[in-house]
Antibody, heavy 122, light 113 residues
Framework: QITLKESGPTLVNPTQTLTLTCTVSGSSLSTYGVGVGWIRQPPGKALEWLAH???????RYSPSLKSRLTITKDTSKNQVVLTMTNMDPVDTATYYC??????????????WGQGTLVTVSS | DIVMTQSPDSLAVSLGERATINCKSSQSLLYSSNNKNYLVWYQQKPGQPPKLLTSWASTRESGVPDRFSGSGSGADFTLTISSLQAEDVAVYYC?????????FGQGTKLEIK
């Protein structure tokens, strides 16, 4: 059974940097074909893929947000960390950690974390 | 970016009846080298994360009831629920993973009539 748990602040000020951590259980981040990443969902809106990182450290980013995102992994802790700079109220959303299967430009999410609501407000 | 468009935006179906949700992509999701369609369907119930229903357009995930079926190829896809149950009330999303950036449909809200 694969589980993912998000942790991080629930409230950030505009212009601040958001750091979210995903802790994965039941799947090793060094296993071939495995990726872990982030997808967000503004309240009442659709899903938006942000970034993911593969077992071999290959990273994929949303082009529209790439300049603001950094994704890294710590295999020893089985954790993935996402940082997003220059936060704005429009970034208010539930941020989901997601477990991907695949490689290169083609991978799909087979497990999701419960999500964490991040509000951007002063 | 590949644009995913679902129809309808909302749907009300009677218990036991068939529900059909459509998804159209702005380009083909069929990869010719392996003849696979890079499309998934998710179900999202209120206050919960999405749940994977089907991958490769039509491969049902383990544990998903067989009343759920995905079909289609190229740029036109369908999710069918053969006999609607009360627990199927949710928002359904299609998503392409043919290429990054991965993109989702806007969602279809399914309710009981």
């Amino acid at each position: 059974q694969i589980t993912l748990k998000e942790s991080g602040p629930t409230l950030v000020n505009p212009t601040q940097t958001l750091t979210l951590t995903c802790t994965v259980s039941g799947s090793s981040l060094s296993t071939y074909g495995v990726g872990v990443g982030w997808i967000r969902q503004p309240p009442g809106k659709a899903l938006e893929w942000l970034a993911h990182i593969y077992w071999d450290d290959d990273q994929r980013y949303s082009p529209s947000l790439k300049s603001r995102l950094t994704i890294t992994k710590d295999t020893s802790k089985n954790q993935v960390v996402l940082t997003m700079t220059n936060m704005d109220p429009v970034d208010t959303a539930t941020y989901y950690c997601a477990h991907f299967l695949g490689g290169g430009n083609s991978a799909y999410v087979n497990y999701w974390g419960q999500g964490t609501l991040v509000t951007v407000s002063s | 970016d590949i644009v995913m468009t679902q129809s309808p935006d909302s749907l009300a179906v009677s218990l036991g009846e068939r529900a059909t949700i459509n998804c159209k992509s702005s380009q083909s999701l069929l990869y010719s080298s392996n003849n696979k369609n890079y499309l998934v369907w998710y179900q999202q119930k209120p206050g919960q994360p999405p749940k994977l229903l089907t991958s490769w357009a039509s491969t049902r995930e383990s544990g998903v009831p067989d009343r759920f079926s995905g079909s289609g190829s190229g740029a036109d896809f369908t999710l069918t629920i053969s006999s609607l149950q009360a627990e199927d009330v949710a928002v359904y999303y299609c998503q392409q993973y043919y290429n990054t950036p991965y993109t989702f449909g806007q969602g279809t809200k399914l309710e009981i009539k």
